[in-house]
């Protein structure tokens, strides 16, 4: 396996002066270490090595891990741990948190192998709340998603965490929400039951190193045909809204949620810039110096489709965004061009 090309300060941009949540001397069970989210989560602490806890990741191949990672598993810090989320028997001892984020946020297996993806989301959730008790965890912060909401209505500029837009459970395409919706409320139960602390974090969309270039992300996609030097095709007409948080103040977040956290509270984790879709492909193409396609032409009349946090709540814990659309979309594409002339080298 090749290993993933490497960050350096430059890319966390100002969340390299952040001060990092205290969790020093604190052991930490992490599930959903291997990919974006779980990557960047492990990355930040690299960085913030001196204030670093007790780390233990899941892993169902701890030499592809290494092999994928290799200046991650060199950490003596970090710990991996052979299993799979639903079948875990126990944690290592004398564990303090979990943060479980262990899911594959994936359109392919959203719509060719939903029951397996509802079944990871709620099985393994519920497995990991089983062992928090068991063990005596004493926080938990379970990764969740925005599209637990449901639709978004067109009509609300930004949804916050005590609305819901509509979910609904006949849309064979909508396992994914569904399941994180339904792993939520376990969350709930069990916690209340168990007597542990158990926070939740909806995560919306994200731009920042690491990103897949090949999957359902349209940043992503975008990103692959500008540092390819291919014109950039918008499929649609570009009028869907988002908001995109560097994946670096991602991380920041949800190390900050799982210590300050209220129980049994949800908190939307994104950015409060709002942009369409064609606006996100302008501000690409105008980096990377490339043509823009776009094939659709906006209804008259027509409210275009949102997938906006309101983020007032995280604000309150003293989380709001650093950097601009355009700031991440610059530390990204520095990033990529970066890994390409070495690996051109």
Not at 148 to 156: F, I, K, N, R, V
Request: one cysteine or more; proline letters at 7%.
């Amino acid at each position: 396996m090749v290993p993933a090309f490497p960050l350096s300060e430059s890319d966390f941009g100002p969340v390299a002066n952040s001060v990092p949540p205290d969790l020093k001397g604190m052991r930490v069970f992490l599930t959903g270490a291997t990919g974006f989210v779980g990557t960047w989560l492990l990355e930040y602490f690299r960085l913030h090595c001196e204030a670093c806890p007790e780390m233990f990741v899941l892993s169902r191949d701890p030499g592809a891990f290494a092999s994928r990672l290799p200046h991650l598993a060199a950490c003596g810090w970090l710990t991996v741990i052979p299993g799979e989320v639903r079948s875990l028997d126990a944690l290592p001892a004398g564990i303090d948190m979990v943060l479980h984020g262990a899911t594959t946020a994936s359109q392919v297996l959203n719509e060719g192998s939903p029951l397996e993806m509802a079944d990871v989301i709620v099985r393994g959730t519920e497995q990991m709340l089983r062992l928090s008790a068991k063990h005596r965890v004493k926080r938990f912060l379970f990764l969740s998603s925005g599209l637990a909401y449901g639709s978004q209505p067109s009509d609300l500029e930004a949804i916050a965490e005590d609305r819901m837009g509509y979910l609904d459970a006949l849309d064979p395409k909508a396992a994914y929400g569904n399941a994180k919706h339904f792993a939520e409320h376990l969350c709930v139960q069990h916690a209340r039951l168990g007597g542990f602390q158990a926070s939740i974090a909806r995560l919306f969309a994200f731009v920042g190193p690491l990103l897949p270039l090949d999957t359902h992300f349209a940043a992503g996609n975008f990103i692959r045909d500008g540092l390819a030097r291919a014109a950039i095709q918008v499929k649609g007409d570009g009028s869907p809204l988002r908001t995109y948080l560097h994946a670096a103040e991602l991380a920041h977040w949800i190390w900050t949620l799982l210590l300050h956290g209220k129980p049994s509270e949800i908190y939307n984790v994104g950015s409060d810039e709002i942009v369409s879709i064609r606006e996100l492909a302008v501000a690409v193409a105008r980096q990377c110096g490339v043509p823009l396609n776009i094939a659709g032409i906006p209804q008259p009349g027509a409210l275009p489709a949102r997938y906006v946090p309101d983020i007032r709540k995280a604000g309150e814990l003293g989380l709001k965004p650093m950097l601009t659309l355009e700031e991440s979309l610059r530390l990204t594409l520095s990033w990529h061009r970066r890994r390409m002339k070495t690996e051109s080298a």
